[in-house]
């Protein structure tokens, strides 16, 4: 299973509602990161990323 797929799943079952999903993927496609998110990721990071990228996502999902 990929992430997406499980992503997919999580949500669909709503296997846990109140977590944040942080989508990690080397690929850098528009569409790719449209499709995690309207699966319900919360934010997306490409690969590769800097630490500050890393906690900026984070920051961003925790004061949502």
């Given at each position: 299973?990929?992430?997406?797929?499980?992503?997919?799943?999580?949500r669909?079952?709503?296997?846990?509602p109140?977590?944040?999903i942080?989508?990690?993927?080397s690929l850098?496609?528009m569409?790719?990161?449209?499709?995690?998110?309207d699966?319900?990721a919360?934010?997306f990071?490409?690969?590769?990323?800097?630490p500050?990228?890393?906690?900026?996502?984070?920051?961003?999902?925790?004061?949502?």
């Amino acid at each position: 299973m990929d992430g997406l797929s499980f992503l997919v799943q999580v949500r669909k079952n709503k296997l846990a509602p109140n977590t944040k999903i942080i989508m990690l993927s080397s690929l850098n496609k528009m569409t790719n990161i449209l499709k995690a998110m309207d699966a319900g990721a919360d934010e997306f990071i490409i690969k590769p990323f800097t630490p500050e990228v890393m906690l900026e996502k984070i920051h961003s999902t925790v004061n949502s």
